[in-house]
């Protein structure tokens, strides 16, 4: 769970109309330990400043929040895939534990990660861009960065061929920051692209025999793991796979990927 927003009040009292379910507490600790500790924290102090907390929150609250997440009246990508997954006593269950709970004792508190969501079998590959392909490039004008994608032959193979992507698959995507105007609005070139300024980062999804089997089904997709390199080709320490996992969840008809439609387009045009 991730990101939350400040919430609309129709949300909350809409919730006081619902019909009360029967609240397990116990149950919802191993509910929250499975998919919500990723994040929020099994003692519902979260991993990171950009999280909530949920310890403490009142269980109504919580609940209509979830209830809103599950329906899609309130918008946010990693919740909503977490949310849709949870049946109406999961939500009840999961509010009554983390309203159990007390509030962080400082400010600055902060879970540690899960060890199984820190752990990536994903890696950059030695050599890279070697044996890759790039294979669609887009514009993030939210976060004023443009995008290069690449895959691997085994990735391109599969996807001339109409199937999923199989073991042994590696898609790397390129962060750049875009380069600025005078007006501080990404230069746009011929092409439609934004001018690339400075590199961030790698991004890295890669998929191997075994390698979801740790990862707790409501996040799993399939045996893909995902990492972060720096632009030194370092493997940034820390990185919290759940938030990727949660957001790729929805995809599984397309191999978990958000490109597969110009990944294949490439790999038949070549």
Same mark, same amino acid.
């Given at each position: 769970m991730n990101r939350w927003t400040p919430t609309l009040t129709f949300i909350t009292v809409a919730a006081a109309s619902l019909p009360a379910l029967a609240q397990d507490a116990a149950a919802g600790k191993a509910r929250a330990e499975a998919v919500c500790s990723a994040c929020?924290?099994?003692?519902?102090?979260?991993?990171?400043?950009?999280? @909530?907390n949920l310890a403490g929150q009142k269980a109504a609250y919580l609940q209509a929040q979830l209830r809103a997440l599950k329906d899609g009246t309130r918008k946010n990508a990693i919740m909503n895939a977490i949310a849709t997954q949870l049946a109406p006593e999961d939500i009840a269950n999961v509010a009554a534990y983390f309203s159990s709970l007390p509030g962080a004792s400082v400010a600055s508190a902060k879970s540690e990660l899960l060890p199984n969501l820190v752990k990536t079998s994903a890696v950059l590959p030695e050599?890279?861009?070697a044996g890759f392909t790039m294979y669609t490039t887009v514009?993030? @004008?939210d976060i004023n960065q443009v995008?290069?994608?690449y895959a691997n032959d085994v990735a391109l193979k599969a996807a001339r061929e109409g199937r999923p992507l199989p073991d042994g698959s590696v898609l790397v995507l390129e962060q750049h920051a875009a380069k600025l105007g005078a007006d501080r609005k990404p230069v746009v070139g011929s092409d439609g692209y934004y001018e690339k300024d400075r590199f961030l980062a790698y991004a890295i999804m890669?998929?191997?025999?075994g390698w979801g089997k740790d990862i707790p089904e409501i996040l799993r997709n399939e045996d893909w793991n995902y990492s972060v390199y720096t632009p030194e080709k370092k493997l940034r320490a820390g990185v919290n796979q759940g938030e990727c996992l949660a957001c790729h969840k929805p995809l599984d008809r397309v191999s978990y990927t958000f490109s597969l439609g110009?990944?294949?387009a490439k790999a038949k045009a070549n």
């Amino acid at each position: 769970m991730n990101r939350w927003t400040p919430t609309l009040t129709f949300i909350t009292v809409a919730a006081a109309s619902l019909p009360a379910l029967a609240q397990d507490a116990a149950a919802g600790k191993a509910r929250a330990e499975a998919v919500c500790s990723a994040c929020h924290g099994l003692n519902g102090v979260s991993v990171s400043d950009t999280i @909530p907390n949920l310890a403490g929150q009142k269980a109504a609250y919580l609940q209509a929040q979830l209830r809103a997440l599950k329906d899609g009246t309130r918008k946010n990508a990693i919740m909503n895939a977490i949310a849709t997954q949870l049946a109406p006593e999961d939500i009840a269950n999961v509010a009554a534990y983390f309203s159990s709970l007390p509030g962080a004792s400082v400010a600055s508190a902060k879970s540690e990660l899960l060890p199984n969501l820190v752990k990536t079998s994903a890696v950059l590959p030695e050599g890279y861009p070697a044996g890759f392909t790039m294979y669609t490039t887009v514009n993030r @004008p939210d976060i004023n960065q443009v995008r290069y994608l690449y895959a691997n032959d085994v990735a391109l193979k599969a996807a001339r061929e109409g199937r999923p992507l199989p073991d042994g698959s590696v898609l790397v995507l390129e962060q750049h920051a875009a380069k600025l105007g005078a007006d501080r609005k990404p230069v746009v070139g011929s092409d439609g692209y934004y001018e690339k300024d400075r590199f961030l980062a790698y991004a890295i999804m890669g998929r191997g025999p075994g390698w979801g089997k740790d990862i707790p089904e409501i996040l799993r997709n399939e045996d893909w793991n995902y990492s972060v390199y720096t632009p030194e080709k370092k493997l940034r320490a820390g990185v919290n796979q759940g938030e990727c996992l949660a957001c790729h969840k929805p995809l599984d008809r397309v191999s978990y990927t958000f490109s597969l439609g110009a990944l294949t387009a490439k790999a038949k045009a070549n």
